[in-house]
């Protein structure tokens, strides 16, 4: 079974504090994306990549940023955390594009 | 502009019956469907899926219909039982763009016993 594990399920932060979400996939598998999920507003794509090393915009990309130094890694970067970013993130991967896509447990961050 | 809308937020249905969950998309260009499940504090699992050159793909108690005219797909579970009731996304792709999905907000089924 594919496992994409996520480090942390619950985080707590301040304002201003630079944040740090890991994830890893155990499948060898090229793409990875990083989604979150708001109450009405259901799964948006934050950043994803297809490659060691490579990384796209998703639809709502300001205040992250990501890396991908390994194939199995993919990390999700807030520069500078702010309350409007309190939300579940979701990390997932999937062995091509047109394949569906394997999800962590999600992290639940809070920005206070 | 949401492209792909799941209009019901929320649906209840008796143990047996047939639980019937809508999508609307706007984007002709998306040719991938994918419908996935949420259980609370987990995240979402693949459910089943439908290219845009068929019109219906079953898995068991799962069936996906898809009118493209209509720009319209349907989950169709039956029959329906407790252990369904989650959240169901609807995704749709366009390999067009990279491949990336777009997902509706979601619809809570609740089946009860």
């Known amino acids: 079974d594919v496992k994409v594990t996520q480090s942390s399920r619950y985080l707590v932060k301040r304002t201003g504090e630079k944040v740090f979400l890991e994830c890893v996939q155990d499948?060898?598998?090229?793409?990875m994306f990083w989604y979150r999920q708001d109450p009405g507003l259901g799964l948006r794509l934050i950043y994803f990549s297809y490659d060691v090393k490579m990384k796209e915009k998703g639809d709502i990309p300001e205040g992250y940023s990501v890396s991908r130094e390994k194939k199995e890694r993919f990390s999700l970067i807030l520069e500078s955390a702010s309350t409007n970013q309190t939300s579940m993130y979701l990390c997932a991967s999937s062995p091509d594009p047109t394949g569906a896509a394997f999800f962590g447990q999600g992290t639940r961050l809070t920005v206070v | 502009d949401q492209q792909v809308k799941q209009n019901s937020p929320s649906l209840s249905v008796q143990e047996g019956r047939i639980s019937i969950l809508n999508c609307d998309y706007t984007?002709?260009?998306?040719?991938?469907f994918l419908w996935y499940k949420k259980y609370p504090a987990e995240g979402p699992t693949f459910l089943i899926s439908i290219s845009s050159i068929k019109d219906k793909n079953e898995d068991g108690r799962f069936t996906v219909f898809l009118n493209k005219s209509a720009k319209h797909l349907s989950l169709h579970i039956v029959p329906s039982q407790p252990g369904d009731s989650a959240v169901y996304f609807c995704a749709a792709r366009d390999n067009t763009n990279a491949g990336k999905s777009t997902f509706g907000d979601g619809t809570t089924l609740t089946v009860k016993p």
């Open positions: 984007n002709s260009m998306f040719d991938y």
């Open positions: 499948m060898d598998h090229e793409n």
